[in-house]
């Protein structure tokens, strides 16, 4: 599928939205197929879409800068709170709420981005879990507007565009994530074709090198943290929304970690690998721990190994490259 | 004139050991020199004192009348001081055409556009794919990095230096690792380069050398032992005892 290729010879105008194209239609038509198949797991599917919101911004950092963190959640929770906040206090339009949540996201990542973007290897990787942790704490103990340990709760967002009332079977939550997954998806498959990205990819690939052509590596990366944390800010806005709760755990090492995995699986640099990540992830999850809730974890442990060392860049590259090669023999012939 | 690149007085010492030691020279517009010199020399830590990888113990480098000496890297580049790497440094998970469209869309100013994509914009197409040809890789555009054979990421790594449009471009050992009937490509591609660019390349093989060369410099021990024209530099016994010997006996052995 051309959407899907990972690395692209230059593309014209018109190849690109033909791209955005059939990549709205993707995500329509397989929204579609969850909301008619799956009506009863509708709250499930709404959960997914909020993580992979998280997976494809750990993605902009991690795949696309090569930054190395487990303290992303920080910002997909801040964004949570931050909806739940302005929710609790009378902003009940949910477009506001998604609106508050990519700025506090955006804010977060501009914290972390500072922080943690100025070191490489295991220093980053310290930094950022100190961060994560450090923001997990302060919600912890600020629970005046975060409800510590008993989480945010209460939070009943108004109807979207004041019609579409949230129902208790999630059908308007679900069809308004889906709706704000097609978009954010869209918008960022259009910034990973652009200059900026493209030249993020050549930091990760090679810093000195992309210093030596004359970019300041550090403000580009925290400007690329910024976006990354307006996406994960929408996606914790987004689950606040639609759960009416915000927990710890929205903000906890565990959901960093999870997010990792998430992106390994599918595979990093590739926005589509975030999200099919996300979603083949917790289907598993989903599934497994129904069928075995006290080995899901082993399973889990079991798919990845599988997973890194048949497919060490991931499902969806590693898919994508053999497609590719395969076209290539079949052209030589 | 003054002088495009002008080196005065430059020191570095790790610790006791002095390994660029009082080197001046100048570069200007149009320049063909060789920087030469046994192993260990010092002449990759002068170019990285140069392209500001490396900080100076003392002196002065002054690019185009303005002092560069504790300027950054990109600052370097933005005036006009281009290097590429003894080892190939490119970015591999791009094509070719992808590698020398960012030089160009950075020189130009357009890498921090977020929402559209100007690589296939015709002014830009147009520069990467007359940088690609003139090097003699047009045909190799869509292909990704890790493809090329070695003597084309060579190649390829000249591109994205020239896609800088340099003042004063210097070169590595732009033929290190590159099979020894290739390295004449090399040379060409060089030859084809704009003769306005200031060029200082650093390279073991003399053949070449000899052939670019307009200038040589010659390093030992960190410190400019001569300076002169190619066949100035043959005659030379200081050179000769310092570097030409081992090199004319390993041309006799062989």
Redesign the interface.
Known sequence: MATLSV???????AA?LRNDLIAAAVIAVVGAIGYFVFPDDLAFLIRVIGLAFLVISLDLVTGYCGVATLGHAALFGVGAYAAGNVCLAGVTDPILMLLTGVIAGTATGLMSGLLVTRFRGLPQLVLSIAFGQLVAALANKLSSITGGSDGLAGIAPGPVFGVFNFDMFGRTGYIFSVIVLLVTMV?LL??S???????C??I???T?????????VYPRLVVMYC?AGAVAGLGGALTAINTGVVGLDSVGFERSAEALIMLILGGA?NLWGALIGAILFELFHHYVSAASPFHWMILIGLLLIVVVLFFPKGLVNEVTRRIGDLRQRRAAR | MTALLDVQRLSKSFGGLRVTDDVSFTLSSGDRVALIGPNGAGKTTLVNQLSGDLLPSGGRILLGGVDVTTASIPERVRGGLVRTFQVTRLFTSLTVAENVALAVMQRRGLTKRMFSSVIDRADVRDEWQSVLSLLGIGHLAATPVTKLAYGQQRLLDLAIGLAMKPRVLVLDEPAAGVPHDESPRILEAIGRMSPEIAILMIEHDMDLVFKFAKRVLVLANGALIFEGTPAEVKENDAVRAAYLGSYANARRAS
């Open positions: 690395t692209s010879a230059p593309q014209s105008a690109g918008t259009r910034f074709r652009s200059p900026f990205a493209l030249m990819r050549a990760k690939d090679d000195l090198r992309a210093r030596m052509i004359g970019v300041a976006v640099g």
